[in-house]
């Protein structure tokens, strides 16, 4: 059956099979083409730099960052919300675009979730609407879901497969609001001049328009499990300005390869650069795609930098499992910690990451009786991950084991910490400064054990210049 929804009319057909065949022969598998504008698909282009408060719903452009002003990208909604019953098992999503026009050479565009609602007219670089500003500045991106070189030759098409976000949006596993809510961005680096135009859903040649082509089955899903079982592994690591090894060389490839290896479930990455002098590229959407290209999963990730700014040094968390909500508490001493509830096997757990000051004890405490104060306004069960800058012996971690579990303590008391010869201990750092708490309160987690990496290379090269820990816990 292929189902067409123009202009808020649906028009059926329906593909004879003979009368002995049953009904669901018949309506096993349905397509619908989302293509009309206003009624089921809106746009609109956010720039940056002084353009950053204006509003584009007319255009569909991308381009990567030579200048602030030149920095470009492109937000697309789909109405899967009124289309498409709520809890159906999605076949296939797959966005396609036209392209109007484009600068010299071939760009690699890339297709994010975009994680927050946002008005046609209304958003901005800046604002998702009038009263609302993102979260981060230029749209609030999740996982980056498929990736196409784009050349310059008008007319060409280009799809986007998109169907685990589609999947996620319809069973309702993302909210109330199923939507299918995307950005388009430029993954290469700046030169003169990348532009990417695409033809926008106004457009009078209907054939042109972008498009989302859903195939559906007959069956409900129901809304979708957050997670296949109990256990839970949480890895944290320093990145390193995103990826300098102790070679001295930004990876990021190669960082994330290594990452991927543990097999992780949600993540916690500090000093991750977005365009700075480290790298002038958005490292967060970067390590979200490669961790993708490594594991073959979809990852949904929230970064914020330690001031807060839209372009930084910061943390980031990732996850197999889409966030129900997040938030961003800045600390003092332009530091910073971003929280993620994530639902495993049933429970709503408060995942957080941070990265207290390198310098100053003062500095650290007073960063550490804020984090604590504002956690403890968050459910149950809790983790806090991240550079603490400070020895398992400081005032630092004391403070901390008041309330909350140093996992790799526990486990080492335990029996169940695993480290390599030479560092028994577990130094992430010169010593222990990287950890993995969780709350004394957190009853449904229980910890199975925690592990040091050695991330050593043939060369003795390390990703990074920190080790990375990982602590496993069963969700009861």
Request: charged share 15%; glycine share 8%.
């Amino acid at each position: 059956m292929t189902r067409f929804v123009s202009n808020g009319c649906r028009r059926v057909t329906f593909g004879l099979v003979g009368l002995a065949a049953s009904v669901s022969a018949v309506a096993a598998q349905t397509t619908i083409t989302l293509s009309q504008p206003k009624i089921q698909v809106v746009y609109a282009t956010l720039r940056a730099g002084s353009h950053a408060n204006t509003n584009y719903p007319t255009n569909l452009t991308t381009r990567a960052a030579d200048s602030a002003d030149n920095h470009h990208r492109a937000i697309i909604k789909f109405d899967t919300h009124n289309t498409i019953p709520e809890g159906t098992a999605i076949t296939s999503a797959v966005m396609t675009l036209t392209l109007k026009s484009g600068a010299a050479g071939s760009r690699t565009i890339g297709a994010y979730q975009v994680t927050t609602s946002w008005a046609e007219t209304e958003a901005t670089w800046n604002n998702r609407r009038t009263s609302n500003t993102w979260m981060t500045a230029g749209g609030d991106l999740g996982s980056l879901l498929a990736q196409q070189a784009v050349s310059n030759v008008a007319g060409t098409k280009v799809s986007f497969d998109v169907t685990p976000l589609v999947r996620q949006v319809v069973s309702g596993a993302l909210g109330s609001s199923r939507y299918t809510r995307l950005a388009l961005v430029d993954m290469n680096s700046a030169t003169s001049d990348t532009t990417r135009d695409f033809y926008t859903p106004d457009d009078s040649d209907s054939s042109r328009r972008p498009s989302l082509t859903v195939k559906y089955g007959s069956g409900s899903t129901g809304p979708v499990s957050s997670a296949p079982s109990s256990t839970i592994r949480v890895l944290d690591w320093n990145s390193h300005h995103g990826g300098v090894g102790t070679d001295g060389v930004l990876d990021a490839d190669r960082f994330i390869k290594k990452a991927a290896s543990f097999k992780p479930d949600i993540v916690s990455f500090n000093e991750v650069e977005r365009f700075t002098g480290w790298g002038n590229y958005d490292g967060p959407a970067v390590m979200a795609g490669l961790m993708k290209k490594y594991t073959g999963q979809t990852w949904y990730y929230k970064f914020t930098t330690a001031t807060g700014a839209a372009k930084g040094n910061g943390n980031l968390i990732m996850s197999r499992f889409p966030f129900d909500s997040s938030e961003v508490r800045l600390l003092s001493h332009n530091r910073a910690a971003i929280d993620g509830v994530i639902n495993i096997n049933g429970r709503s757990i408060n995942f957080t990451s941070t990265h207290l000051d390198a310098d100053s004890t003062s500095y650290r405490l007073t960063e550490i009786g804020e984090l604590t104060a504002w956690a403890s306004g968050l459910a149950e069960p809790r983790i806090i991950a991240g550079d603490f800058n400070a020895w398992p012996s400081t005032t630092e971690n004391q403070t901390m084991i008041k309330t909350y579990v140093d996992s790799w303590a526990l486990a080492q008391a335990e029996g169940t910490a695993v480290a390599y010869a030479g560092n028994t201990s577990g130094a992430t750092r010169n010593s222990r400064i990287d950890y993995i708490y969780y709350s004394k309160g957190a009853t449904a987690l229980k910890l199975q054990s925690s592990q040091v990496f050695d991330v050593r290379d043939a060369n003795g090269v390390m990703p990074s210049d920190h080790r990375p820990v990982m602590s496993v816990f069963t969700v009861k």
